[in-house]
């Protein structure tokens, strides 16, 4: 069974810093590109961020370039979502989601998909 579980969400000031975690299931890990996704209320869901399997790709989406690192530790098979300079607008849920192959930013190129941690960034 695969599984994708997030940590770190929580409260946190405009302006400040978090950290997400997603923990992965073992088997799967190696040869998968791991994505950061994020839904508001109302919204649809959209990409944050991803990294190759390897870690040394990355994409980013242009509404958090420059303010989010996505990095992996594949030996703790682990990806980590770095948020800095929050603001109000960045509140949502955040899904880790895994996908077979090249790195990608469309939701429905993702099989696996966590349940998601909430972040609310207050202003």
């Known amino acids: 069974q695969v599984q994708l579980v997030e940590s770190g969400g929580g409260l946190v000031p405009a302006g400040g810093s978090l950290r997400l975690t997603c923990a992965a299931s073992?088997?799967?890990?190696?040869?998968?590109?791991l994505g950061w996704f994020r839904q508001a209320p109302g919204k649809d869901r959209e990409f944050v961020g991803a990294?190759?399997?390897?870690?040394?790709?990355?994409l980013y989406a242009d509404s958090v370039k420059g303010r989010v690192t996505i990095s992996r530790d594949n030996a703790k098979n682990t990806v980590y979502l770095d948020m800095y300079s929050l603001k109000p607008e960045d509140t949502a849920v955040y899904y880790c989601a895994a996908k077979r192959g090249l790195i990608g930013k469309e939701t429905y190129e993702f099989d696996y998909w966590g349940q998601g941690t909430q972040v609310t960034v207050s202003s």
């Open positions: 073992g088997r799967f890990f190696n040869g998968y590109a």
């Open positions: 990294v190759s399997w390897g870690g040394a790709g990355t």
